[in-house]
């Protein structure tokens, strides 16, 4: 689906994703939400924390634009950043409680939580069987 997006900026930006006209989009550079700071510093405890307090805040997407192109250089969810970033199964259970929906959420390459490269290269250890579990868990449940 490709709209123009309600990003407080002069001019629309076209997006493509697999979200809807009420998604919540944040520019990482301008106003990025305070679990995605969390992630990204893996603040595990702090993050677990943010899903139970503000589970809302589970389903914000987070965009960055190239600064000479405006083009959209990548967008996710927080459930895709816990990936990227490694996170433990804790945070991951606690972002599919916090928006089940994540896991059935591509983000700006296609790829949903369950295709990502790091996860799936990780697969022969303990921890990346538990990270595969719950997000197809949740997958399955809710597509």
């Known amino acids: 689906m490709v709209w123009s997006s309600p990003i407080q900026r002069e001019e629309s ?7 809807s006209k009420d998604s919540v989009l944040v520019n ?7 679990l995605f ?21 589970a389903s914000v997407w987070v965009y960055r ?3 000479k192109s405006e083009n959209v250089r990548w967008q996710m969810l927080p459930l895709h ?10 945070i991951l259970e606690a972002l599919l409680q916090a928006y089940p929906e ?3 959420m591509a983000d700006d390459q296609g790829m949903l939580p369950v295709s990502f490269d790091n996860l799936w290269s990780h697969l022969q250890n303990e921890y990346a069987h538990h990270q595969f579990y719950f997000i197809f868990r949740s997958y399955i449940w809710h597509s």
């Open 37 to 57: 700071t969390c992630l990204e510093n893996s603040g595990w405890e702090e993050a677990i924390d943010l899903c139970k307090e503000q589970p809302s805040q």
């Open 65 to 67: 634009l190239d600064h």
């Open 102 to 104: 994540g896991a059935t």
């Open 28 to 34: 990482y550079d301008s106003k990025v939400t305070q």
């Open 13 to 19: 930006i076209e997006i493509p994703l697999t979200y």
């Open 81 to 90: 950043a816990a990936i990227i970033f490694k996170g433990n199964d804790e």
